[in-house]
């Protein structure tokens, strides 16, 4: 990112400050020259430019400085200002613009020909951009493997329209485009309507599309079929600057709704970040005091057994504060903490056991995934009151996965009556589905126990 | 060899260093406040071997002093002390390779037991014993496992002199009234206490295959050993007090001593 950065940062400055500057002075030029008293479209055109070219020039300045940094929105918005520029630049119109100001642009036929091949590149290059930009937020299916398809076409369209102009015959080409156009057009709608998911984006995006390439193709015709296209040259120059006014509104406005967007994204992520962090601190203060209870009670059996009790607490205390930079463990470092906590707990003077089934360990799994777990089963497991009492975790591997099973011989509960996931236990689950990309499921039966198996696999882990 | 203890506060090292190095003669030990200039002094006056240090100080870095110490004696052995979840990555690496170890706070004896050991660069060994009931020592602390029946199979290992030891003798011999299937259960689960323990004490000696355990007897001092080998020990008649496969082993040591 940095490296576009640096690479792309000039060339943001040029599409930023200058395409709209000029494009403001052209359409005046070119309105000037149209006629001495401009008429009520004239104006209309000219208003609207000037309108259009302040709003997207204030949009844009205010990307390129704000804190959120240069994104690949802006990077699009850029391109396609800059394709726009190339259009205008080269154009008819703006060689005599130039001229006009005093720049000397040759007449010759080699030298217009060439200024036609770059304006045609310039309008592709702004078009691929403009699709880009649209299908991003549309999310099409095609569009993954059109896209290098398309870039193909665009590539062949534009070597057809350079040998066909020899010919004068780059109409062939434009037609070519234009149709290729459609069949875009055609996919990303029918995508959209199959999903129902039409957007005032993307219609104003289709609005536009068409506008501009219709009115390359009038004009390219006009040109090579005067007789029967005479009138559209008249309205031609105005056409593109009424698409490029609509152009302009869909950026401001798509550039703000990806920006909204954007910030809502941060934001609901924010919450969850702290929801996960609520949940963290909740486990923590109810624990906390328990085991401190239970190391003041220790120190009045003997000044050993506190102490002992206290290195558990600091163990368990550690892990815990490490927890917040970490996502995954050893499968060892997490049995290790449920030894720590079942100590605190002092589960063997209430007679209950755990008990570590181990065969694999070679595997990851969230950390601090399995204590809630234990601490359900410790709470609502019931288990001192059973004689024999049990927590059992088995770990092995079977037919590509690594099955890690939680199981007790406590009181149950019937899973349709009690909400079989409380909060704590949906975090693990939620956490195992994604970073693991495991299976987790909860089976209980009343009077016989519950158990919790989860499927983690075998490749996934080692892709992660 | 010396040592130097680098604290702003004062209590726990050093009343565990006071009363562990109280008896041993051969060690020196000092202790500073944060006060860079006398300390640089010491350490340029005299051999420091191996030295404590707070990381976190009112007046000075812990890490910073440790990189200053280390320019007068390239060689020595700096334990770091911290009240914070810190590891090694997050040590200067300039300082990273003479560091033997990170005490967190609060202090628990066996971890300074180990360094302390480590700094004096004695070899760390595991003391068995088996006459009367079983216990194991390691840096002068008991070890302490998390279950009887994991303690239970250590000892088996312990007698049975390095020899592999399946996990059908270890079940014939531990869980002779269960069923197989629990039983198998049960062993995994001393198993794994087991190797956590020997993990937590820094001593992994043994060799945890695929229902298969096998002892490394190296660095491990047992009395049931000095006394195969024919050393000169004291036998008082009781051996695995706890343990009701010790009999056959009983036998062997009776025939030993031509009982």
């Known amino acids: 990112m940095d490296k576009r950065k640096t690479f792309f940062v000039p060339l943001t400055f040029i599409g930023v400050v200058l395409s709209p500057v000029f494009i403001l002075l052209l359409s005046h030029f070119v309105l000037m020259e149209k006629s001495h008293s401009p008429d009520l479209l004239s104006r209309l055109a000219f208003a609207s430019s000037i309108l259009c070219l302040s709003l997207y020039a204030i949009v844009l300045i205010v990307e390129f400085i704000s804190p959120l940094a240069i994104k690949s929105a802006t990077f699009t918005t850029a391109f396609v200002a800059l394709g726009l520029f190339g259009v205008m630049i080269l154009s008819d119109d703006g060689a005599n613009f130039l001229r006009y100001i005093g720049i000397a642009i040759p007449d010759w036929e080699w030298f217009t020909l060439l200024r036609y091949w770059l304006q045609f590149a310039s309008f592709l290059f702004a078009c691929t951009y403009l699709f880009r930009f649209a299908m991003q937020d549309l999310k099409v299916p095609f569009a993954q493997t059109n896209r290098m398809v398309s870039r193909l076409l665009l590539v062949f369209i534009f070597f057809l329209f350079f040998g066909l102009s020899w010919l004068r015959l780059q109409w062939i080409a434009v037609i070519a485009f234009f149709i290729i156009s459609v069949y875009w057009v055609a996919i990303v709608a029918l995508s959209l309507t199959h999903r129902n998911a039409w957007t005032a984006t993307s219609l104003f995006t289709f609005l536009i599309f068409g506008g501009v390439a219709s009115q390359i193709l009038l004009s390219s015709m006009a040109y090579a079929l005067p007789q029967i296209f005479t009138p559209v040259i008249a309205i031609s120059a105005y056409g593109t600057h009424i698409c490029l006014c609509f152009f302009l509104i869909y950026l401001c406005f798509t550039l703000f709704s990806i920006r909204r967007g954007y910030q809502n994204e941060q934001l609901a992520s924010q919450v969850e970040e702290m929801q996960t962090n609520i949940l963290k601190n909740q486990i923590s203060s109810h624990f906390l005091f328990n085991a401190l209870s239970n190391v003041k009670f220790s120190y009045h059996h003997s000044a050993n057994e506190g102490d002992l009790a206290l290195d558990q607490l600091s163990r368990f205390l550690r892990s815990y504060t490490e927890a917040g930079d970490t996502y995954l463990v050893p499968l060892e470092k997490e049995l290790d903490l449920l030894q720590s906590y079942s100590e605190l707990y002092h589960i063997s003077h209430r007679g209950i056991q755990l008990i570590f089934n181990i065969e694999s360990y070679e595997y990851e799994v969230p950390y601090f995934s399995l204590q809630p777990l234990l601490e359900n089963a410790f709470h609502y497991g019931g288990l001192d009151q059973k004689e024999g009492g049990y927590v059992q975790i088995d770990s092995f591997e079977q037919g590509g996965y690594y099955h890690l099973v939680f199981s007790d011989n406590g009181v149950g509960f019937d899973t349709k009556k009690i909400r079989s996931e409380s909060v704590g236990i949906r975090n693990v689950k939620k956490r195992f589905e994604l970073l693991c990309h495991a299976t987790f499921t909860l089976e209980s039966q009343e009077g016989q126990g519950t158990k919790i198996t989860i499927l983690i696999p075998k490749e996934k882990e080692a892709a992660s | ?259």
Not at chain 2, 243 to 252: A, F, K, Q, R
């Open chain 2, 1 to 259: 060899m010396r040592i130097i203890v680098v604290d702003d506060e004062t209590a726990p090292l050093h009343l565990f260093l006071e009363g562990t190095l109280a008896l041993d003669h051969a060690t020196d030990y000092h202790f500073f406040h944060d006060d860079t200039e006398k300390i640089l002094k010491y350490c340029r006056d005299f051999p420091v071997d191996g030295a404590f240090l707070d990381v976190r100080m009112p007046r000075i870095d812990g890490v910073d002093l440790a990189r200053q110490i280390i320019a007068i004696h390239p060689q020595i052995r700096i334990v770091f002390v911290t009240g914070f979840s810190i590891t090694l990555e997050d040590i200067d690496e300039a300082v990273r390779s003479n560091v033997i170890g990170i005490a967190f706070k609060p202090l628990n004896e066996m971890d300074l037991s180990r360094y302390l050991d480590a700094m004096k660069q004695q070899k760390t060994i595991l003391v068995a014993r088996t006459f009367g009931s079983f216990d194991c020592f390691i840096h002068g602390q008991l070890v302490r496992f998390s279950s009887t029946k994991s303690k239970e199979l250590f000892a088996y290992l312990i007698v049975n002199d390095g020899k592999s030891v399946t996990m059908n003798q270890a079940i014939t011999a531990l869980w002779p009234d269960r069923d197989i299937d629990k039983a198998k259960i049960l062993y995994r689960d001393a198993v794994w206490r087991l190797r956590s323990t020997l993990s937590d004490i820094g001593f992994p000696c043994v060799e945890f295959g695929r229902a298969v355990l096998t002892l490394n007897k190296a660095d491990i001092q047992c009395d049931y050993y000095d006394l195969l080998a024919g050393k000169d020990v004291d036998y008082p008649g009781e051996f695995l007090a706890s343990y009701e496969w010790s009999l056959p082993y009983e036998e062997i040591i009776d025939r030993k001593l031509g009982r």
